[in-house]
């Protein structure tokens, strides 16, 4: 099966009524771990890197042989999308090395980081749109400013901009996204909420009504991961530093799907679940120094992790 575009995959999801999860990667491991869970799963799925943010220095080498690595993996119905690109030169090179999606953040300005003006976004939206219309490749824009921040520092609630319903209807005609990001209550990096009810304020109400005037457009879900308590207690019982916090729960992405979520970031779960499992056998096999050894269980967690959230989004048994 060749790779599928961001639109093509989550149309599937419209059809079936559930979501398909987009899972970061930084190495070919963590890809090869993704991969392996959707291939057991039968499950479509999303591999998505950020620019900038891997192990290797080359980042064309990477990104050519990530390409490649998803491609092998012939039976899974796949999309390789950059997430967060932050410039038009982040998502032409993703779409020249065969990214079948790319997201164009342009809801904050690159430079400063400040929430940019709904015209800028537009502007830059429009653009990139253009650019991979003419490749085929998908956009996924966004709407609003989601809180947080993917290095994990604490979001605080009041820092979000809600998506406004009438924004996004004339965001979406005037950029023709075929994904948008719609800033609905959650809150990136590995710090979200500081209380239980943090992870509640998932505003399904807002989604249902963005959905409801935008039935070509899928909607997406950042700074959603559950980030589970047994996680970040392995990684802290073993040598690590995480602030314990709320995140999304499964059940709350599950009301989201009902109301019209169609593809769900699990970026700092995807950390959470590697870093869990590769410190765990760490400081239980310190006599351990061949890598295949250590890479293998971080490799098994990040799987099982993936597993978990196919089975929860219902993707499973999709492909
Ligand atoms: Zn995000």
Redesign the pocket.
């Known amino acids: 099966m060749a790779l599928l575009t961001l639109r093509s995959a989550l149309a599937d999801a419209e059809k079936g009524g559930y979501a398909v999860g987009a899972f970061n990667v930084s190495s070919l491991d963590q890809a090869i771990a993704v991969l392996e869970a959707a291939e057991a799963e039968s499950s479509p799925v999303i591999v998505q890197a950020i620019a900038g943010m891997s192990a290797y220095d080359d980042e064309s080498r990477w990104w050519s042989r990530l390409r490649a690595l998803v491609s092998e993996f012939d039976g899974v119905p796949a999309v390789l999308h950059l997430?967060?690109g932050r410039t038009y030169d982040d998502c032409l090179r993703a779409i020249d090395h065969g990214f079948t999606s790319v997201?164009i953040?342009a809801s904050r300005a690159a430079d400063t980081d400040e929430p940019a003006s709904f015209e800028d976004n537009v502007a830059l939206t429009r653009r990139v749109v253009e650019a991979a219309t003419r490749s085929g490749v998908s956009v996924e824009g966004?709407l609003g400013t989601?809180g947080g921040a993917?290095a994990g520092i604490a979001g605080e609630l009041e820092e979000i901009v809600f998506a406004d319903p009438d924004q996004a209807v004339e965001f979406v005609e005037q950029t023709r996204v075929d994904a948008l990001?719609v800033a609905v209550g959650t809150s990136?990096g590995s710090v979200k909420f500081t209380d239980a009810a943090g992870g509640g304020r998932l505003r399904l109400g807002l989604i249902s009504e963005i959905k409801e005037r935008l039935p070509d457009t899928f909607l997406v879900l950042?700074?959603s991961s559950s980030v589970p308590a047994e996680a970040v207690a392995v990684i802290n019982a073993n040598g690590g530093a995480v602030r314990p916090s709320y995140g999304i729960s499964p059940e709350q992405k599950s009301e989201g799907i009902a109301a019209g979520i169609r593809k769900i970031?699990q970026?700092t779960d995807s950390h959470l679940a590697w870093s869990a499992a590769l410190r765990a056998f760490l400081h239980d096999n310190p006599a351990v120094v061949e890598p295949g050894e250590q890479l293998r269980p971080a490799m098994g967690g990040f799987r099982a992790m993936v597993t978990q959230r196919m089975r929860e989004f219902g993707s499973s048994g999709r492909a």
């Open positions: 997430d967060h997201m953040d966004e989601i993917e990001a990136h950042h700074g970031n970026g």
